[in-house]
């Protein structure tokens, strides 16, 4: 699959059938996560992959924003220790998450080039999810990716358009850089 198609096509998908995702499929996604781009290369990140469909309802359990029971998912932890070593206070509290959310988006386009359905979920109590997964202190979850086969894929919603959120050189000058 191109990557414009794959990017087309992907859709935050929240209900999923019950086929499992394979340990193949997840290593496939997980490597296309640490290809993403990081600030100063510090990579501080962390992947905790969950198949166990029991700890998969616990962390449900501290996640409104997780509709349905997926078969995986993937939850994404800043490493707050390396972060701090490598790029300081700008490192720990801004380029994790930066860093966290390209590689999640690796993640989702790889899923969907997969022929399986992917929805980021940032709301979840992230305490009790540490403790569920045993996560030291310098270990903060960030976010959670669900992974699974598409019970059902939505429509795209409407996109607005270039002209209307793209500016030229300056703020004011929308429009068609065509002819300039």
Not at 13 to 21: A, C, F, S, W
Not at 108 to 137: E, I, W
Not at 146 to 158: E, Q, S
Not at 159 to 173: C, D, K, Q
Request: aromatic share 4%; with cysteine; charged share 25%.
């Amino acid at each position: 699959m191109e990557v414009q198609e794959a990017i087309r096509r992907r859709r935050s998908i929240r209900r999923y059938t019950e086929e499992r995702v394979t340990h193949e499929q997840l290593q496939t996604i997980l490597e296309s996560a640490i290809w993403a781009p990081s600030g100063g290369n510090i990579q501080a990140w962390l992947f905790v992959a969950v198949t166990d469909e029991r700890m998969i309802r616990d962390i449900k359990a501290f996640a409104p924003g997780m509709f349905g029971l997926p078969p995986a998912l993937v939850v994404a932890c800043a490493d707050l220790e390396r972060a701090r070593a490598r790029g300081g206070r700008l490192g720990a509290e801004v380029l994790t998450i930066c860093d966290l959310s390209m590689a999640c988006q690796n993640m989702m386009l790889v899923a969907c080039s997969l022929g399986l359905g992917s929805c980021v979920v940032r709301s979840f109590n992230q305490t009790a999810v540490s403790r569920l997964l045993g996560l030291p202190a310098s270990i903060r979850p960030e976010l959670l990716v669900t992974l699974g086969t598409p019970a059902r894929i939505p429509p795209a919603p409407p996109r607005r358009p270039l002209e209307e959120v793209v500016h030229w050189e300056r703020f004011g000058s929308a429009g068609s850089r065509e002819g300039r």
